[in-house]
């Protein structure tokens, strides 16, 4: 099941945001920063992966999990991804 069904300027967005934080995060680390710096981006970092993966964990719920349109496989097979996915953050 593809996540963009259609183009998504504020998600692909979001993706290039935390692609820059990674970025300063390398910079950081390459420059000799202090460890409060490096780590205050890591936790930038962190935060912003946490809600990409909760828009795209409530976007994945709305069209593959609870869309009115859907059969019971597609529901289910949805459920399954979603659970492999939750079971796999939470390790």
């Known amino acids: 099941m593809s996540h963009?069904?259609?183009p998504?300027?504020?998600l692909l967005a979001r993706?290039?945001?935390?692609?820059?934080?990674v970025a300063s995060?390398?910079?950081?680390?390459?420059?000799?920063a202090?460890?409060?710096t490096v780590l205050h981006r890591v936790a930038a970092v962190r935060g912003a992966i946490n809600g990409l993966l909760d828009e795209v964990v409530a976007d994945?719920?709305?069209?593959?999990?609870?869309?009115?349109?859907?059969s019971d496989e597609a529901r289910a097979a949805?459920?399954?991804?979603?659970?492999?996915?939750?079971?796999r953050y939470s390790k």
């Open 60 to 70: 994945h719920l709305r069209e593959h999990v609870a869309h009115p349109g859907l």
């Open 34 to 36: 202090s460890c409060t």
């Open 4 to 6: 963009l069904h259609e």
């Open 8 to 10: 998504n300027p504020e």
């Open 78 to 87: 949805g459920a399954t991804e979603l659970l492999a996915v939750i079971r």
């Open 15 to 21: 993706v290039r945001r935390i692609a820059g934080q």
């Open 25 to 32: 995060v390398e910079k950081a680390l390459t420059s000799g």
